[in-house]
């Protein structure tokens, strides 16, 4: 059975087609083609960078909605060297990642119209991505016509965390009316604490673990017995750790002293926090790691402090969430930053050395994939995996299709 996956994150869109034949395992199959467009670079025109076939193009398109440019991603499936399949009729289901699922979605469903109507009435509660997955459903509608298809929600896993850490502490009334904490990256905190009991070869039901999701979105995840039972992540994907470009957690006075004092309004305040805070806001220069890193380097003092606040978070809130497990087995390292940036990782375990947890800095800095890099005297086991939203996304719809 031939299913494609949108995976629409906030500036990029990323495509997969799996070929899978028997219940799929934990191990994840290559894509037989997969797509990728990043909206960050340039702005006259879009990169679509496709896989297939043993080779990786490169096409450079008109820059154009995310609509109309995963029109051009999906049809390459059946067209010119990236072709893979003869035809969309190949194609059995269609997995979206879907960033927010509010109250109503605990788990994976298959999308209907009611399904479609709760996900546009949710993207106040995410504005960057719910749009970005409703333009996948309708690329798909348009290509592909009536064929089944998946949504799976960032917030599902996190369906699990208790009250007490779910509810925020203003008046009641906002949790009757849906603002409460939801987490997101949910797929991938799944993916990943599945995979570090298999890494492990342990029960993911007898370990406590910290998954740290660090990509341009960051959160973390405290794991216990298999199910989320907290995350820094809440409302909307902006609270918690410092990010890329978005703050993360801030006193909210600050928000209305701008409003009452700078007259910011909604919107204004929106662009800041999402846009322009985090790495990049403190530093001036890049959200991204690898530019950041290289600044630091040459001495610049903002990266520096950009870095030490970003090192100084992640560690605060992985303090609140071993005290949210009662404990800590495994600390495990996923997404761009997490899966790469050996000197976040080894800041990160230098700061925690007091829950006696030490990593082998030469296997720290091998920086491979799926490998416990905690010396063997260290009580907590510190991982790398690789996260495979993706791959997790096609089982979820295997599962649905054969439930
Ligand atoms: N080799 C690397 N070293 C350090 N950081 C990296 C490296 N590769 C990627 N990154 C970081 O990962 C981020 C993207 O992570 P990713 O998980 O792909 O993000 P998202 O899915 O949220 O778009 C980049 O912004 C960059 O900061
Ligand atoms: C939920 C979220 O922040 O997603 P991403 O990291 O893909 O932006
Ligand atoms: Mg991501």
Sequence with gaps: MKILVLNAGSSSQKCRLYAIDQNPSLEPLTPLWEANADWTKEKGSTEIKIKANGQTEVQKVP???????????????????????????EISVVGHRVVHGGPDYRESVRITPEVQAT???????????????????????????????????????????????????????????GIRRYGFHGTSHLYC???????????????????????????????????????????????????????????????????REHGYSADRLDQVLNKESGVLGISGISGDM?????AVDEGNERAKLALAIYIYRITYFI??????????????????????????????????????LKIDQSLNEQSLADTDIATPDSRVRVLIVRTEEDWEIARECWQNLHS
């Design 193 to 259: 604490s599945q995979r570090s009991a298999h890494i492990l070869k342990r029960d993911v039901k007898t370990l406590r673990i910290v998954n740290c999701h660090l990509g341009n979105g960051c959160s973390l995840a405290a794991i216990r017995n298999g199910q989320s039972v907290d995350t820094t992540m809440g409302f909307t994907p902006l609270e918690g750790l410092m990010m890329g470009s978005r703050s993360g957690t801030v006193d909210p006075s600050i928000l209305i002293y701008l409003q």
């Design 119 to 177: 996900i546009e009435r949710l993207i106040p509660y995410a504005p960057l991505h719910n749009p970005a997955a409703l333009d996948g459903m309708k690329a798909t509608e348009q290509i592909l016509g009536q064929i089944p298809q998946v949504a799976v929600f960032d917030t599902a896993f996190h369906s699990t965390i208790p009250q007490e850490a779910a509810i925020y502490p203003g008046p009641y009334s906002w949790y009757e009316q």
């Design 290 to 294: 690898r530019t950041l890193e290289k």
């Design 319 to 356: 303090g609140a969430m071993v005290a949210s497990l009662g404990g800590i087995d495994v600390l495990s390292f996923t997404a761009g930053v997490g899966e790469n940036d050996r000197l976040v990782r080894s800041s990160v375990c230098e700061r925690l050395g007091f829950l006696d």
């Design 63 to 89: 820059a154009g909605t995310r609509l109309e440019i995963t029109h051009q991603m999906i049809k390459t499936l059946w067209n010119g060297k990236t072709r893979v399949i003869s035809g969309p009729e």
